[in-house]
């Protein structure tokens, strides 16, 4: 079974540039997730959807951040313009909530490094 | 909300020696209770969760936990940690929204650094 798959593994860009970072889940899986690892720091939720929908982006900074999950599989993440704050690694994650079960375990990808100048 | 505290931020044992890693939550109900491990450059990898049942509970590569509702934590453990062990640890707490859908959150971790 393949992983969750995501694009770049490292970006650099200036600040004021936008970026955006590409994720693939896990065949299957109907939620899915993107975290901001600061340095030093555990995984923060940005968003969450269900399906194409979303769930909770109670944390996405909207004013830069935006986030797509189109036809309920892979996703995008964008930030225009970027912070130096914004450094730090974009990790996706996806999960399977099988029926009768209470199975949240999420799967990661490897993460985007993102470095802001 | 929930909440998690990892009290140790850096943790460093020789090989062979026991290891424990404390997490305390906080979350009015039951919850659900996992640890990920995040070795450099990658990203977490799920070693152990508990839902219900019983409160010790076994994961991947030897590491255990174990629930204690009146201590509310969530401590892992291992008996004789390997120098593959490096890595750094995280606890979290996932609760359940209306709607089924489950929020998580995480700790700040743990550096597990494993001398010879």
């Known amino acids: 079974e393949a992983g969750v798959a995501q694009s770049p593994r490292y970006k650099i860009i200036e600040k004021r540039q936008s970026v955006a970072f590409w994720c693939n889940p896990i065949?299957?899986?109907?939620?899915l997730y993107w975290y901001q690892q600061i340095l030093g720091q555990g995984p923060k939720l940005l968003i969450q959807?269900?399906?194409?929908?979303?769930?909770?982006d109670s944390q996405l900074p909207k004013d830069r951040f935006s986030a797509e999950r189109l036809k309920g599989v892979d996703s995008t993440l964008k930030i225009q313009p970027a912070k130096l704050e914004d450094s730090a690694v974009y990790l996706c994650?996806?999960?399977?909530?099988?029926?009768?079960?209470?199975?949240?375990?999420?799967?990661f990808g490897p993460g985007t490094r993102l470095t802001v100048t | 909300a929930q909440s998690v505290t990892q009290p140790d931020i850096h943790i460093t044992v020789s090989e062979g020696a026991s290891l424990e890693l404390r997490c305390n939550y906080s979350?009015?109900?039951?919850?659900?209770l996992f640890w990920y491990v995040q070795s450099p450059g990658q990203g977490l990898q799920l070693l152990l969760k508990y839902f219900s049942g019983d409160t010790l509970v076994q994961g991947i590569k030897g590491f255990e936990a174990e629930f204690k509702r009146s201590q509310s934590s969530f401590n892992l453990r291992k008996p004789s940690v390997h120098w593959s062990d490096a890595a750094e640890y995280f606890c979290?707490?996932?609760?359940?929204?209306?709607?089924?859908?489950?929020?998580?959150?995480f700790g700040i971790g743990t550096k597990l650094q494993v001398i010879p």
């Open positions: 065949s299957g899986h109907a939620t």
């Open positions: 979290a707490v996932g609760a359940e929204f209306h709607g089924g859908y489950q929020k998580v959150t």
């Open positions: 994650a996806s999960s399977l909530r099988l029926k009768g079960q209470n199975s949240y375990e999420q799967y």
């Open positions: 959807f269900q399906n194409n929908g979303v769930v909770d």
């Open positions: 979350y009015g109900a039951t919850p659900y």
